[in-house]
């Protein structure tokens, strides 16, 4: 699966991603689908602000770039996030909890874009996967 680019240095962008979590979702809007969960795949990624794009000597780089956890997007958080909301109850749409995930992420002042890709596993015996993908982008400042 190839995705356009994130990461970006003219831009400023780090790419965080979060590749095919699989988990266990109540989902569907069909009755059957509402007893029993069934297999999700998930990826998750995230255009941060990255602070250390700016051109400059390895010797400046090591100095201007704490080995801090503090100063990047936690992608062991962003996973605990993407589990508590799928664990959280009952979606209809894959539309739905890809909405949630986004504004969950995009709740981080660093994050500026977030691109969310749902698929079911198991719907059909003839198709790897079925779902989808959307692409949100934090607001401009007024």
Known sequence: MDQPRIADAQRALRHVFLRDMVLAASIGVHAFEHDATQRI???VDLGVDDDGA????RAAARVAQPDELSRVVDYGAVARQVRAIVAAGHVRLLETLAERIAE???ADPRVGLVRIRIEKLDIFADIASVGVEIERRRAPAP
């Open 54 to 57: 700016a051109p400059m000597s």
């Open 41 to 43: 795949r998930i990826n």
């Open 104 to 106: 969950a992420c995009l």
